[in-house]
């Protein structure tokens, strides 16, 4: 996830706002800032340089409202100034949206008067104090995200400053470059934007001085009793920022973090900072800012994050940390970034890896995206809950992957080229990407970013009629009609058509709700499939898709059903899982003796315990015919027998064949706590067994007919 800065550059008429302060461009910050770990303290100065404009006679700051404000001074004079502790959000943010307002909770204002008479650019220094420290903690309610929030730490296991914690004055929206000179206690080491110029100890403290030339839209520091090691990658200085019990890590992250510096240097244009820089955490996070990705401990120690979020970071430094994102436009940069990386290197694994992926984006979309929650890509801002990822990255991914097979790679290539070419260290929207598109390939693109940013919604595609017939000698034709159901896009669409020895691949081009498909052949055709490798970003029938958990995970109308005939150990235990699974205000829980067949039909349903523990199996058992079957505490599941395990298994639910079905048998109370939770990540399986907390098998049903294949 990249932290996301909220950044509103919304041209709004002046009248209604006229009470609002003027923003001013800030062209630079220059922080030197001391930290006291034990006091939680920063005592620190901002020299802010500011671009004049007219009738500007008053600046005001954003600060941390436990900041004292100690001296301002204008060009070199003491100025006046006034804090303001209480302000309402409505009268100095010009983006009064929640989020943004809880941007700024946290914050006071720094009103300076200016004198008359300033140059075009003109420097103010304000010089202050105080403690930050709230540390981190879990929000009271997360169900998707693991989400760690703090309003900024300077506290004895990190420092952890964030823009909205305030810790240096700022206004509402500027890109700004960023110098900071930090001073801490030696054996503190501190990470920020930039190139690191200096680093030096004298008398017990240490001093670094980092420098970005280039602007940016927000500054965290990072500090903490860091191990650095470091190693050149041609112009780029690689470093890991670890805690010392991690320094084994080091040198694969410097390696990987080297070669995805390379790699996107020659596949793009050439990384667009001094260092990168990989930084451990005290508490989750997997932020990506400019020039350093911030890892908690969890994470980083994952094997595989080098072969996957790694490159995803270190791709970011392109896509949203120097070509920035226009938020009021909507977040491109999160599908480009996972198509260029997440999707790339399944590309580099093989074709059947990056097919599966791309299947499992339609899916996913499929199962979690429904009329009422669906959002166009341009109103995409961050992933929150499950449908927003399904849209804001994996749609967004499939819109690029769409564009790269419409123009081809050598155009495709170009285009991102120039797109950072003209936009680097500025803000940039999908109108701009359109720009960069139609100029490489010549094409009228209108229709096509319509469709896919600024409406909502997924074609879905079926295959109607489709006969063969033989003409004359060895002549043969195949027809039928491609049929768009729901609403009716522009597409591109892969067919194949199957012979004995080989495969003719070729693209329809539809912009009907019914196309006629009309082929001849030399030799006699086999079969034809529409879009069998998913390359097209559509609705997936029901046949085109097995089971999964998220069919039960994913669905706001889910009915869960809970055994009555189990031990009060397993009962409290599977009662406390099914509030955990359900939001609050959502679907339905019921016992197995309460729950009716109307409410089975209403929704996809989650029956929890053994047949023996929940009646409801009466009902819906059938469905398991042939996958799975309970023998006591011995299961038989794809083939195989377990004994004493915990299974989990998704079904399509057989009163309502649009819904699933999930079935949970736990083998102890303690397993139904500890997995809890977990289940929200293996939502793309079929099924899985766990033996304690530890998945020993899992996998994903065979699809039994895809009514897009149609063979004679
Ligand atoms: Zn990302």
Redesign the pocket.
């Known amino acids: ?2 932290k996301i800065i909220i950044l509103f550059l919304l041209l709004m008429p002046v009248a209604s706002f006229a009470r609002k302060p003027i923003i001013p461009e800030i062209k630079h910050h220059k922080i030197e800032a001391r930290l006291n770990i034990q006091k939680h303290t920063i005592d620190a100065s901002d020299e802010i340089l500011v671009k004049n404009r007219e009738n500007l006679h008053e600046l005001v700051f954003f600060l941390n409202r436990n900041l004292r404000v100690k001296a301002v001074q204008v060009e070199g004079n003491p100025a006046e100034f006034q804090v303001v502790p209480e302000f309402s959000a409505a009268d100095v943010i010009r983006d009064v949206r929640k989020d943004t307002k809880d941007f700024y909770a946290n914050a006071q204002l720094l009103k300076i008067t200016l004198p008359p008479h300033l140059l075009n650019l003109f420097r103010v220094k304000v010089t202050y104090a105080g403690k930050i420290y709230d540390p981190p903690h879990v929000p009271a309610y997360a169900r998707d995200a693991a989400a760690v929030e703090t309003r900024g730490v300077i506290g004895g296991k990190g420092v952890f400053l964030a823009p909205e914690s305030h810790w240096f004055p700022a206004v509402e929206t500027s890109l700004a470059s960023h110098e900071v000179t930090t001073n801490t206690p030696s054996g503190w080491e501190t990470v920020t934007q930039g190139a690191r110029i200096s680093h030096k100890t004298e008398d017990g403290r240490l001093t670094v001085h980092w420098k970005n030339d280039h602007p940016a839209d927000g500054l965290y520091l990072i500090a903490g009793r860091y191990d650095v090691r470091e190693l050149q990658a041609g112009p780029v200085t690689i470093y890991t920022y670890v805690f010392p019990e991690d320094t084994a890590l080091a040198e694969k992250y410097l390696t990987y973090s080297a070669k995805y510096v390379k790699m996107y240097s020659k596949l793009l244009n050439p990384y667009p900072y001094k260092k990168f820089a990989v930084v451990e955490n005290f508490f989750p996070t997997g932020y ?1 800012m400019p020039s350093y990705t911030v890892l908690g401990q969890t994470v980083l120690r994952l094997p595989f994050i080098v072969y996957t979020s790694l490159g ?2 270190i ?2 430094n392109w896509w ?1 940390n120097s070509v920035f994102v226009d938020y009021a436009t909507g977040n491109w ?2 599908g480009l ?2 198509y260029m ?1 997440d999707y790339y290197y399944k590309t580099l694994r093989g074709p059947e890896q990056a097919k599966e992926y791309r299947y499992g984006i339609d899916r996913n979309y499929t199962l979690y995206v429904n009329d009422k929650n669906d959002f166009p890509l341009d109103r995409f801002l961050n992933r929150t809950a499950m449908y927003t990822r399904m849209i804001g ?1 994996g749609k967004s991914a499939m819109v690029f992957h769409m564009l790269r097979r419409w123009v081809g790679d050598a155009q495709f290539y170009e285009a991102l080229r120039n797109f950072i070419r003209h936009k680097q260290f500025q803000i940039a929207g999908w109108a701009d990407i359109q720009k960069e598109f139609e100029a490489v390939s010549g094409l009228n693109m209108t229709v096509y970013f319509d469709q896919w940013v600024h409406k909502t919604g997924a074609p879905r595609l079926e295959i109607k009629d489709v006969s063969r017939h033989k003409t004359s000698g060895q002549k043969w034709t195949l027809g039928g009609n491609l049929l768009q159901k729901e609403r009716v896009f522009r597409l591109r669409v892969p067919i194949q058509v199957y012979f004995r020895s080989d495969t003719l691949d070729t693209v329809l081009v539809t912009a009907q709700a019914k196309t006629p498909l009309s082929f001849s052949f030399d030799q006699k055709p086999l079969g034809i499939g529409i879009d069998p490798d998913y390359n097209v970003m559509r609705r997936l029938n029901h046949g085109e898709m097995s089971p999964v958990l998220s069919l039960a995970l994913s669905d706001e109308n889910a009915v869960i059903v809970l055994p009555s005939r189990s031990t009060p150990e397993f009962a409290e235990a599977y009662r406390l899982l099914a509030h955990q699974l359900i939001p609050p205000g959502d679907g339905m829980i019921k016992s197995d003796v309460e729950v009716t067949n109307a409410d089975l039909k209403s929704g996809s349903v989650f029956v929890l315990g053994s047949p023996e523990e929940n009646a409801v199996y009466g009902k819906m058992g059938a469905a398991l015919k042939g996958r799975l079957a309970f023998r006591g505490k011995t299961v038989s599941l794809a083939g195989n027998t377990y004994t004493g395990k915990s299974v989990i298994a998704a079904f399509w639910n057989p009163l309502n064949r649009q819904k699933g079905l999930c079935v949970f048998q736990a083998a102890s109370p303690k397993v139904v706590r500890s997995l809890g939770m977990k289940m929200m990540h293996y939502g793309k399986y079929s099924y899985l067994v766990f033996d304690g907390t530890k998945a020993i098998a899992k996998g994903e049903w065979p699809v039994k007919e895809n009514p897009l294949i149609v063979k004679f």
């Open positions: 996830m990249r990506g995803h970071e791709l970011h949203g940069c999160e970034t996972m990386a990255y």
